[in-house]
């Protein structure tokens, strides 16, 4: 069974410090990793990572992927209170299809000002 | 651009009843997905259908739901016979192509009282 791990699984901040968030994951027919951000409300994508070692940046935010060791990270330098919200890592895989994200639990960060 | 759309926002049904959610993928998206987050877990995939077809639903409880993606008009996840366990967050997501990054709709709340 597919399984997806990510830890901390809530971490409590002060503005300007910088965030490690981690994610394992075991899953079969992998094809790529995502990360989202979701407040209140629907999740919001942030990156696709598909090549082991290809760091993608968005500004504060980057991503790396492991394809070997089955990991990934998501790092948030100068965190601000905005910020705050639970990061979703989800792996594609699932046969032909490639539709299915396997979500983990989530990282719930807080950013306190 | 219009995002995902889906309606309604928040659906309250009595046991026994059925819920219909409707769900609008972006422009020139044809994959739709449907995932559900339960109170206090993680999102999880549910179906993946593209026009006219059921491309994945081996994450449909094998009783009382069913969705459809017609040629014209929304995808549709049908709950017939809700009972208080089926109460969660129901979210759509879309994506160009099998594989691409999925953004989702702002999900639709189901409460069975």
């Known amino acids: 069974e597919d399984k997806v791990v990510q830890s901390p699984l809530s971490l409590v901040v002060h503005e300007g410090d910088t965030v490690t968030l981690n994610c394992s994951y075991e899953?079969?027919?992998?094809?790529?990793l995502l990360w989202y951000k979701q407040e209140k409300k629907a999740p919001t994508f942030l990156f696709m990572l598909t090549s082991s070692g290809i760091e993608k940046k968005s500004g504060r935010l980057s991503s790396i992927l492991d394809k070997k060791e089955l990991f990934s990270i998501l790092n948030i330098t100068a965190t601000q209170t905005g910020d705050s919200a639970i990061y979703l890592c989800g792996p594609n895989a699932g046969g032909t299809s490639y539709g299915k994200l396997t979500f983990g639990q989530g990282t719930i960060l807080t950013v306190h000002p | 651009n219009a995002g995902v759309m889906q309606n309604p926002r928040h659906l309250v049904r009595r046991r026994g009843q059925e819920a219909r959610l409707r769900c609008s993928p972006m422009?020139?998206?044809?994959?739709v997905y449907w995932y559900r987050q339960l109170p206090e877990e993680g999102l999880k995939f549910m179906v993946y259908?593209?026009?006219?077809?059921?491309?994945?639903e081996s994450g449909m409880p094998k009783e009382r739901f069913s969705a459809e993606f017609p040629k014209e008009g929304p995808s549709i996840l049908r709950i017939q016979q809700v009972v208080r366990g089926d109460s969660a967050a129901y979210f759509c997501?879309?994506?160009?192509?099998?594989?691409?990054?999925?953004?989702f709709g702002p999900g639709t709340r189901l409460t069975v009282t």
């Open positions: 259908l593209q026009k006219e077809n059921i491309i994945d």
């Open positions: 997501a879309s994506s160009p192509r099998a594989g691409d990054e999925q953004y």
């Open positions: 422009k020139g998206h044809s994959h």
């Open positions: 899953v079969t027919n992998f094809r790529s």
